[in-house]
């Protein structure tokens, strides 16, 4: 039974129009993180959350926001993608330094 | 500059062969993960190791905090142990992994 859930898998999106990815977690962490990764990059964390109704920001926030309605879902926005946003985005929980993954979600903007 | 760097690169064994890679780190940390990664895939947690040796299967994985370094060993490489190999370290009070850029292993039969 997958713990950490992502929909969409696949998306792709045309320049300036909104984006919402979407992640939703089974085990009771209070920790959620957004990541994108990209060839020579590696895994970039760009919003965070501790609990919900908290979100924090990454390593690479700008151009993108979060929300975190409940224990169980943490959302990343994109309010106006962008081409430099195609990229493979992995939402993850976590606790006590330990974190979980979801399967990734594929993100195109054209 | 690179808080975590892995070594090597690039890897290609021959099935059954050993091989080591290793995580190092610029700063002091309170703990690390080791994840396997498939192409197109998501990451699968291997081991969770704050220090000390742990072991799975063919895979053990050590780290000594002092040093700031992790290794992973595997032993009788499989060719289904082909894929890319990532490290992370924490070394906040927030929980937040910062990530090496990987080793791609291939193993060929």
């Known amino acids: 039974e997958a713990a950490v859930t992502q929909s969409p898998r696949n998306k792709v999106a045309v320049t300036g129009g909104k984006v919402t990815l979407s992640c939703n977690q089974t085990?009771?962490?209070?920790?959620m993180y957004w990541y994108r990764q990209d060839t020579g990059h590696g895994l970039r964390l760009i919003h965070y959350?501790?609990?919900?109704?908290?979100?924090e920001k990454g390593d690479i926030p700008d151009g993108y926001k979060a929300s975190r309605p409940s224990q169980e879902n943490f959302s990343l926005i994109l309010e106006l993608a962008t081409p430099s946003q195609t990229s493979v985005y992995f939402c993850?929980?976590?606790?006590?330094?330990?974190?979980?993954f979801g399967p990734g979600t594929r993100l195109t903007v054209l | 500059g690179q808080q975590v760097q892995q070594s090597p690169a690039s890897l290609v064994l021959q099935e059954g062969e050993n091989a080591e890679l290793q995580c190092n780190f610029s700063?002091?940390?309170?703990?690390m993960q080791w994840f396997y990664q498939r192409p197109g895939g998501s990451l699968v947690s291997l081991f969770y190791?704050?220090?000390g040796t742990k072991q799975s299967g063919r895979l053990t994985s050590t780290t000594v905090i002092k040093e700031r370094r992790s290794s992973l060993h595997i032993s009788s490489s499989q060719t289904t142990d082909s894929g890319t190999y990532l490290c992370?370290?924490?070394?906040?009070?927030?929980?937040?992994?910062?990530f090496g850029i990987g080793t791609r292993v291939l193993v060929r039969p």
């Open positions: 993850a929980s976590g606790a006590w330094g330990e974190q979980y």
């Open positions: 085990n009771n962490h209070n920790n």
């Open positions: 959350s501790y609990g919900a109704g908290s979100t």
């Open positions: 700063t002091s940390l309170n703990s």
């Open positions: 190791n704050p220090s």
């Open positions: 992370a370290m924490d070394n906040s009070a927030g929980n937040k992994l910062t």
